[in-house]
């Protein structure tokens, strides 16, 4: 009996310790500023963009709302602003490491070469690039982009790895860099590039926005891999812990099918790689 009850204390002391520990980090900043500045994109749709009313917007969007409201009831605020931060291709990551921006809501992919600048936290959507084109270019697989002029985002990840399959290929290709998404598709729509690189579901969301969908072609074939996680400064640990949290509780409580719905339902179920994915990131408390 003594010693359960010295079991029960100490658990209790190390509890009450933990809940006493001091803030550090961006949880501390956010605490005393009452702010969060979350990083977002202005035309990565459907995961971050400018709606009609100028507002952010998107899948990503939406779980960055969820994990804010998450820390504001962990940190017990009454009330926490949201500072939106607008951010390029380029921009996203040195804006994570100075500081002014907390945390990214847009369509990173989580690479080893990027956490040696940044960190990142669970997964949040998986993808594959491919590449959209119009229909009278004659392009309906990965080879038939001999010879013809590609679009692809400065400064990411997508850029690198076309490039890569491109020569691993031997395809004579020529890369074209554009500003962003609706840049590349506006290019393609005028003729002045024969075909736009991205990741696929951001390429079906452009779709979409296009002036006309029936003349543009997605070709059915994947050219990388692309998991996407929100972007955070490096060591934060308790930062980390937070947004993780709060992610795990959106998929364990079956909100992330609210918010896949919203934004993918059109186009289906999750596919079997990315419902796994929501499975395996259910982490317990």
Do not use: H
């Given at each position: 009996?003594?010693?359960?009850?010295?079991?029960?204390?100490?658990?209790?002391?190390?509890?009450?310790?933990?809940?006493?520990?001091?803030?550090?980090?961006?949880?501390?900043?956010?605490?005393?500023?009452?702010?969060?500045?979350?990083?977002y994109r202005e035309t990565s749709l459907p995961f971050s963009f400018l709606d009609r009313d100028k507002q952010p917007n998107g899948y990503s969007v939406d779980l960055c709302k969820r994990v804010a409201a998450?820390?504001?009831?962990?940190?017990?605020?009454?009330?926490?602003?949201?500072?939106?931060?607008?951010?390029?291709?380029?921009?996203?990551?040195?804006?994570?490491?100075?500081?002014?921006?907390?945390?990214?809501?847009?369509?990173?992919?989580?690479?080893?070469?990027?956490?040696?600048?940044?960190?990142?936290?669970?997964?949040?959507?998986?993808?594959?690039?491919?590449?959209?084109?119009?229909?009278?270019?004659?392009?309906?697989?990965?080879?038939?982009?001999?010879?013809?002029?590609?679009?692809?985002?400065?400064?990411?990840?997508?850029?690198?790895?076309?490039?890569?399959?491109?020569?691993?290929?031997?395809?004579?290709?020529?890369?074209?860099?554009?500003?962003?998404?609706?840049?590349?598709?506006?290019?393609?729509?005028?003729?002045?590039?024969?075909?736009?690189?991205?990741?696929?579901?951001?390429?079906?969301?452009?779709?979409?926005?296009?002036?006309?969908?029936?003349?543009?072609?997605?070709?059915?074939?994947?050219?990388?891999?692309?998991?996407?996680?929100?972007?955070?400064?490096?060591?934060?640990?308790?930062?980390?812990?937070?947004?993780?949290?709060?992610?795990?509780?959106?998929?364990?409580?079956?909100?992330?099918?609210?918010?896949?719905?919203?934004?993918?339902?059109?186009?289906?179920?999750?596919?079997?790689?990315?419902?796994?994915?929501?499975?395996?990131?259910?982490?317990?408390?």
């Open positions: 009996m003594k010693r359960t009850l010295l079991a029960l204390a100490l658990v209790a002391a190390a509890s009450t310790a933990a809940a006493q520990a001091p803030l550090t980090g961006t949880l501390k900043k956010v605490s005393d500023t009452k702010t969060i500045a979350l990083g998450s820390i504001q009831r962990d940190l017990k605020l009454a009330d926490l602003n949201i500072k939106w931060v607008p951010v390029t291709a380029e921009s996203r990551i040195p804006a994570v490491v100075k500081g002014e921006v907390d945390l990214e809501c847009g369509t990173t992919t989580a690479t080893l070469g990027r956490m040696r600048e940044v960190d990142f936290s669970n997964m949040i959507f998986v993808d594959g690039a491919s590449v959209i084109a119009r229909t009278d270019t004659g392009i309906k697989r990965f080879a038939d982009l001999a010879g013809k002029k590609i679009g692809v985002t400065a400064g990411t990840t997508t850029e690198a790895r076309l490039r890569e399959a491109l020569k691993q290929r031997l395809i004579n290709a020529e890369v074209v860099t554009v500003t962003g998404e609706l840049d590349g598709l506006a290019a393609v729509e005028s003729g002045r590039l024969d075909a736009y690189a991205n990741d696929r579901i951001v390429l079906i969301g452009l779709a979409v926005k296009a002036k006309d969908a029936a003349k543009l072609y997605l070709i059915d074939e994947d050219f990388s891999f692309e998991p996407y996680g929100l972007m955070m400064r490096r060591n934060d640990a308790d930062f980390r812990l937070a947004v993780n949290r709060a992610l795990a509780q959106i998929y364990r409580s079956g909100a992330i099918g609210e918010i896949y719905g919203r934004w993918f339902g059109g186009f289906g179920q999750p596919s079997p790689a990315l419902a796994a994915m929501f499975f395996l990131n259910t982490t317990p408390e």
